[in-house]
């Protein structure tokens, strides 16, 4: 096990809704980046927050946003849901924010219906 | 920017035979590269990666992989197959101290008995 804790581990919603996803990072990581994984495809960046701070984000509207808190626990926001944006969604922590050595969560499976 | 092809969506083997799952880059400029595991209901695992510096770069469980610039390739290969390789296995790039990751589409492996 990793370490990193993500909850839900599954959520259903509607179309329209929004959905707030937490996730624990690994204890003495001050970095924690997030992905989507759709079904049968690689994970996509999203974002990334390092120490509190947005460090970098990936090509995804801004009805997708977060926060790190200062024991750097992280939220992953996500506004006005479309059926597309059914999908895994990934979090993973690190020391700093080079991808060195990322240790990911299980992941929560959120289903838009 | 930088990107990854997995050129097999899936590879079957037997159990005790090598397994062979190839992975072209494509980068502007020196990447780090990856190969990550990930098993049902869990998460992304590290298997090895790639920095600059040994081109053959060996992981855990019996995993290696060589980083080839000449055909932009960084192939993942195991002697010797077991059941518990059964899973999704992504290659994956990042630039170096880039702040993501970019995947691969992934490979599934099954391992007959």
């Known amino acids: 096990e990793t370490g990193v804790t993500q909850s839900p581990t599954h959520l259903i919603k509607t179309r329209g809704q929004q959905v707030t996803l937490r996730c624990s990072s690994q204890?003495?990581?001050?970095?924690v980046s997030w992905y989507q994984q759709a079904l049968g495809q690689g994970p996509q960046f999203i974002f990334q927050?390092?120490?509190?701070?947005?460090?970098g984000r990936g090509n995804f509207p801004p009805r997708f946003s977060g926060l790190q808190f200062p024991n750097y626990s992280s939220e992953l926001n996500v506004n006005a849901l479309e059926l597309d944006d059914s999908a895994l969604y990934l979090c993973?922590?690190?020391?700093?924010?080079?991808?060195?050595?990322?240790?990911f969560g299980s992941g929560t499976q959120l289903s838009v219906l | 920017a930088q990107s990854v092809t997995q050129l097999d969506s899936h590879v079957s083997v037997s159990e005790g035979t090598p397994v062979l799952l190839r992975c072209n880059y494509s980068s502007s400029y020196s990447p780090s590269l990856f190969w990550y595991v990930q098993h049902p209901n869990k998460g992304l695992q590290l298997l090895l990666k790639y920095t600059s510096a040994a081109t053959l770069v060996k992981g855990i469980n019996g995993f290696e992989a060589e980083f080839k610039k000449s055909e932009t390739s960084f192939h993942l290969t195991k002697p010797s197959a077991h059941m518990s390789d059964a899973a999704e296995y992504f290659c994956?790039?990042?630039?170096?101290?880039?702040?993501?990751?970019?995947f691969g589409a992934g490979t599934t492996v099954t391992v007959r008995a």
């Open positions: 994956v790039v990042s630039g170096s101290n880039d702040y993501k990751l970019s």
């Open positions: 993973a922590s690190s020391f700093g924010r080079a991808n060195e050595k990322l240790f």
């Open positions: 204890s003495g990581h001050n970095t």
């Open positions: 927050y390092y120490r509190e701070e947005e460090n």
